[in-house]
C-alpha cells in the first residue's frame, strides 16, 4: 500500500467514526482541533466533556469550502469579501445562523450566531471532503490549557476521549485562527494568524469585542494557561526561572528562543509547543521577552496575556 492509499484509509476512517457520532483528533494549520460533527448534539456534548468546558462556550463549524458554509450561515457582502480572500485558511467569521440543526443548538451555546471556518490544511480539508457537512473542532487541548500544535501534545490533552486520530504534523501556524464578528459593525473577538491590516484593508475599521457576553462568549474563559507563572516583557530570565527569548541571546540551559532572527511567524508557530517545554521543565516560572505589538505579534501578546491571566 503507497502513501496516498494509508491517507485516504485514514480519511474514510475518520470520516466513518464522525459519522457514527465519536470524535477525531484532527490537525489544522493553526492548531489540533478535536472534531465531531456538528449536527449531532451527543457527539459535540462529548466535545465538551472531553475538553472539560463550559457548555456557555460555542464551538466553531469547520467547513471545506463557502457553498458548505453559505448553507449554515448568512453572508453579507463583507462576510463574503472575506472568505474569497482569506478561505481556506485561518480566519473566523461569527454570523448570523441560517440553519439551526446543522450546527445544533449545544455547538453554537444557544446563540443565534454560529462560528464558520474553512481550513487550509490538506488533512482537514480532505477529511470535511468526505465527511461533507459541518464539523465543530475547537483546540484540542483541555480548557484552559495551551493549544495543542504537535500530534502527540493533542494526543495528550484529548486523546484518550478519541476514536480516530490523524497526524499532520506540527501545525504550521501555531496560534487558533481570527475570530471576526460580523452582526453589527465588524469586531475583532480574537487576534489570529490574518492580522488586523489585513481585515481593514477589505471591510475598513475594525472595533474590539464588546463587553456583552453573548456576543463575545470566550471572552470570559481562561485560556492559554501553563502551570508555572508567567512573567511577560522580561529582559533577563531570573536565577530558576526558563526564558522565552526573541532575538539573539546566549544560549543556555532553560532558554527556548521563539525566534533568534525575531521573526513574528516563526515566534507564533514556537509560542505554545516553549511554554510547554518550559512548563515542564522544572523551572520556578516562565519569564518572556517583550515582543513587538505589529502584526502578528498582536495575536501573540493576545495569548501571553491570556497564559499570564491577565485577560478573561
Ligand atoms: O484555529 C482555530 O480556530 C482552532 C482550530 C482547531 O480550527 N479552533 C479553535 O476553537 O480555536 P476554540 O473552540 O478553541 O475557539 C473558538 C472561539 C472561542 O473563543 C469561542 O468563544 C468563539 O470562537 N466563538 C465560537 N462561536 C461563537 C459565536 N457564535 N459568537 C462569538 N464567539 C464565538
Ligand atoms: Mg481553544
Not at 456557555?56 to 453559505?70: C, E, G, K, S
Not at 464539523?135 to 490549557?145: E, F, I, K, M, Y
Request: a neutral charge; charged letters at 20%.
Amino acid at each position: 500500500m503507497d502513501e496516498d492509499q494509508a491517507i485516504g484509509q485514514a480519511i474514510a476512517r475518520a470520516a466513518a467514526a464522525l459519522r457514527a457520532g465519536g470524535l477525531v483528533i484532527l490537525p489544522t494549520e493553526t492548531v489540533y482541533g478535536l472534531a465531531a460533527d456538528a449536527a449531532n448534539p451527543q457527539a459535540v456534548a462529548a466535545v465538551y466533556e472531553a475538553k472539560g468546558r463550559p457548555a456557555f462556550n460555542p464551538l466553531i463549524a469547520h467547513v471545506a469550502d463557502l457553498a458548505t458554509a453559505q448553507r449554515i450561515a448568512r453572508f453579507d457582502e463583507r462576510a463574503l469579501r472575506l472568505a474569497k480572500r482569506f478561505w481556506p485558511g485561518p480566519l473566523t467569521l461569527v454570523l448570523p445562523v441560517a440553519d439551526e440543526t446543522a450546527v445544533c443548538d449545544l455547538a453554537r451555546a444557544g446563540l443565534d450566531t454560529v462560528a464558520v471556518r474553512a481550513p487550509g490544511h490538506p488533512l482537514a480539508h480532505a477529511l470535511l471532503q468526505a465527511f461533507g457537512g459541518p464539523v465543530v473542532a475547537p483546540s484540542a487541548n483541555r480548557s484552559g490549557r495551551p493549544s495543542p500544535t504537535t500530534f502527540l501534545d493533542a494526543i495528550e490533552e484529548t486523546g484518550a476521549a478519541a476514536d480516530q486520530a490523524l497526524d499532520g504534523g506540527p501545525s504550521r501556524i501555531g496560534l487558533e485562527s481570527t475570530v471576526i464578528a460580523l452582526l453589527d459593525e465588524p469586531r475583532l473577538l480574537r487576534p489570529g494568524a490574518v492580522v488586523r491590516g489585513e481585515i481593514e484593508l477589505l471591510i475598513g475599521p475594525l472595533s474590539e469585542a464588546d463587553a456583552d457576553a453573548r456576543r463575545s462568549p470566550g471572552r470570559l474563559a481562561r485560556h492559554y494557561a501553563p502551570n508555572l507563572p508567567l512573567r511577560l516583557g522580561a529582559l533577563t530570565p531570573l536565577r530558576r526561572e526558563a526564558f522565552l527569548a526573541f532575538g539573539p541571546t546566549p544560549s543556555r540551559d532553560q532558554v527556548w528562543n521563539l525566534s533568534p532572527s525575531r521573526d513574528l511567524a516563526e515566534a507564533a508557530a514556537n509560542l505554545f509547543a516553549y511554554l510547554r517545554a518550559a512548563d515542564r521543565s522544572g523551572a520556578s516560572g516562565i519569564a518572556v521577552a517583550p515582543i513587538p505589538d505589529e502584526g502578528l505579534g498582536e495575536a501573540i501578546n493576545d495569548r501571553l496575556r491570556r497564559a499570564a491571566g491577565f485577560v478573561g
